[in-house]
């Protein structure tokens, strides 16, 4: 087991363009969560999916985010038109479904949007 | 609305002493709350976590302490050592593996 893993750990990109980042959680965990935190500040959370199925989105996510978790596997977040204000690390977490357990956090995706 | 406030930034500790982390919130309706460690570069990892039913839960040189009549939680470390020198997050949720509402942090410095 690797522990969740993300893609690409840095983005740098230009105001306007879009980017997409993936997630692979850890395999037998059936919920998987994004969240974003930006500097001095902690995670907020964004949305989650319990296998395929998205069932909470924050107001956080704009109509320009948009997330899927295709297979009920892998998920990615592909931000469009992105804004400055977009700069952030975006974490990804897995955990299992029932029971108190915790989650299980990647190491993030650093977006840079000049 | 910060329903989840580190008021301290960042703490400093001799090695070897205890280091006392504080945590309040507002949201009475919150009733699970966990504890998260962060290295720089890395994601948060999971520390300990209390339920509300309880209001002491203890591993090891981490014991986190939960006072609901004042909404307020800490996490104790003894001893300190220099490998605690990191990031901490308070985190609570209204219901079980679900949405987690986080703290801003604070940065313990463990002195050697």
């Known amino acids: 087991d690797t522990g969740v893993s993300q893609d690409p750990r840095h983005k740098i990109t230009k105001r306007g363009q879009n980017v997409t980042f993936r997630c692979d959680p850890i395999s037998e965990h059936n919920r998987l969560y994004w969240y974003r935190q930006t500097l001095g500040q902690g995670p907020e959370f964004l949305t989650y999916f319990q296998n395929e199925a998205q069932l909470e989105k924050s107001r956080l996510l704009s109509d320009r985010f948009s997330a899927e978790r295709p297979k009920g596997s892998f998920s990615t977040l592909e931000i469009q038109r992105t804004e400055q204000g977009d700069s952030a690390m975006y974490l990804c977490a897995s955990s299992l479904t029932g029971g108190r357990d915790e989650q299980y956090f990647g190491p993030g995706t650093r977006l840079t949007v000049t | 609305d910060q329903q989840v406030k580190q008021n301290s930034p960042s703490l400093s500790v001799q090695e070897g002493r205890i280091s006392i982390l504080n945590c309040d919130y507002t949201n009475s309706m919150f009733d699970y709350f966990l504890w998260y460690k962060k290295y720089p570069a890395e994601g948060p990892t999971f520390l300990i976590s209390?339920?509300?039913i309880k209001d002491k839960n203890e591993d090891g040189r981490f014991t986190v302490f939960l006072n609901k009549s004042a909404k307020h939680l800490s996490l104790h470390i003894v001893p300190s050592q220099p490998g605690d020198s990191a990031v901490y997050f308070c985190?609570?949720?209204?219901?079980?593996?679900?949405?987690?509402?986080w703290g801003a942090g604070t940065k313990l410095i463990i002195k050697p």
């Open positions: 985190a609570a949720s209204p219901d079980s593996n679900y949405q987690l509402i």
């Open positions: 209390i339920s509300s």
